[in-house]
């Protein structure tokens, strides 16, 4: 009998009357194989939670962010034990699990814990005796033993590391769409579903803002070689596979588009026109553990150097903060918001020149400014004004899925 793993969201489990759903798919898929179910936090749980801890301790320090764990896990922990009394009202032999029974060890990053080992045996036990195991998501324990979370959407990534565990011979991730889309189909009515996927492609996507998977699910199936199937908890459509896939001459020049609305850009004037200016600049931006993303360097005619980067919203300040207390006799730096990033990715750009071109006059001829660019061997990011970000998708959705395009 086969080993499955089936990862459901939070939108999937989000009312009883959707937990009760849940466990009647879960019922029939247990009549087929053995069935290992993941979830995460009831729908909107994890926020309201995450607000509760922010309104009582609004600053950041190490051990807030150890109660934050211990507050936001219970979600997932409430979720499971639900979806097992819902498996076992309907006459299916069912068992809960938290990260500290199914022993899920993680290092002590809090709110942001990487895996260090699942052992699958307390899973396989009850498997054996023919249950369904339902198991927490997003949470894990250290080697204290206290509970640390994988980090926003981080039971994608438990899913694959039980499936790894287990020797699974599947990963099902069950959401709230179909599968993976050729863009956000929030934002692109006309976006379709792909059948196929490359985790190349699906890592780019996740980490330039589709929030479809967490990123680290998806380097931790390629690593492992664990195909992956997105696909919806509301039908019985097939979904996306995402797997290894060879380059493929006939493979579509771009596969997905991707957007990030909350991004902003740091701009650095008046800087000796030296080769080491790009480096003073960063230096401290990661000592402080900021990632910058695009970046650029240009000596004006005056002979003076300007460094211009993009960041994350949420961490511009800190950005801001980091450089004046590093660099107190260097340049103020100026500040811009309510950006966003939107990418175009494929793996048949490896092989066709133009991509990029095209997203450019594609964008342009909309006369959506392009504010920083960046282009790589199978993704075309651009940063333009988040206002335009929707109208950025539309037009690159047209210019590349439309009627006629190839
Ligand atoms: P879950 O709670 O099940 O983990 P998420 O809300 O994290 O689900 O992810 C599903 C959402 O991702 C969809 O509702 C959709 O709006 C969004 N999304 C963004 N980009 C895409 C895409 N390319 N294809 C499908 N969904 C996408
Ligand atoms: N409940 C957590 C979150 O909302 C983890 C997850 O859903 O994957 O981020
Ligand atoms: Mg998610």
Redesign the pocket.
């Known amino acids: 009998m086969k080993t499955r793993v089936a990862k459901?969201?939070?939108?999937?489990v989000g009312s009883l009357e959707r937990i009760r759903a849940t466990a009647e798919r879960l019922k029939h898929l247990h009549a087929e194989s053995r069935v290992v179910a993941v979830v995460?936090a009831m729908?909107g749980e994890t926020d309201r939670l995450l607000a509760l801890g922010r309104e009582v301790y609004p600053g950041i320090s190490a051990a807030a962010d150890r109660e934050m764990d211990a507050l936001v896990s219970t979600g997932e922990s409430v979720c499971a034990a639900l979806l097992a009394l819902a498996l076992q009202s309907s006459g299916v032999p069912a068992c809960s699990f938290t990260a500290h029974q199914f022993r899920m060890s993680t290092d002590g990053r809090f709110t942001r814990a990487r895996i260090r080992s699942v052992d699958g045996l307390p899973l396989a036990a009850a498997l054996a005796e023919g249950k369904v195991c339902v198991v927490t998501g997003f949470q894990g324990t250290d080697e204290r033993g206290n509970l640390a979370t994988l980090g926003r959407?981080g039971?994608?990534t438990s899913a694959v590391a039980i499936a790894i565990a287990l020797e699974a011979d599947c990963c099902e991730?069950?959401?709230?769409?179909d599968?993976?889309?050729?863009?956000?189909?929030?934002m692109v009515s006309a976006?379709s579903m792909i059948q196929r996927l490359s985790y190349q492609e699906m890592m780019e996507?996740a980490s330039t803002g589709?929030?479809?998977l967490q990123i680290r699910s998806v380097e931790l199936a390629m690593k492992h070689g664990v195909p992956l199937v997105v696909r919806s908890s509301f039908n019985n459509k097939p979904g996306t596979l995402i797997c290894e896939m060879n380059d493929n001459l006939e493979q579509p020049l771009v596969t997905?588009?991707?957007h990030d609305l909350n991004q902003a850009k740091v701009s650095l004037s008046g800087l000796p026109a030296s080769p080491e200016s790009l480096s003073v600049v960063l230096e401290p931006l990661a000592r402080d553990d900021i990632s910058v993303d695009f970046i650029t360097q240009n000596v004006g005619a005056d002979g003076l150097m300007s460094i211009t980067f993009s960041v994350e919203d949420k961490l511009v300040d800190r950005a801001v903060l980091s450089l004046h207390s590093h660099l107190p006799e260097g340049p103020n730096p100026q500040v811009e918001r309510g950006l966003a990033k939107v990418t175009a990715v494929g793996i048949g750009m490896r092989n066709h020149a133009g991509v990029a071109h095209r997203v450019f006059s594609s964008l342009t001829n909309s006369n959506i400014p392009i504010h920083m660019a960046l282009s790589t061997e199978i993704k075309v990011s651009c940063l333009i004004p988040a206002a335009r970000c929707q109208d950025a998708l539309q037009v690159l959705h047209e210019a590349f899925f439309g009627t006629g395009a190839c």
């Open positions: 459901f969201g939070g939108t999937s995460s729908a959407g039971s994608d991730i069950y959401k709230d769409v599968g993976v889309f050729t863009c956000d189909p929030r976006a996507l589709s929030k479809v997905a588009l991707s």
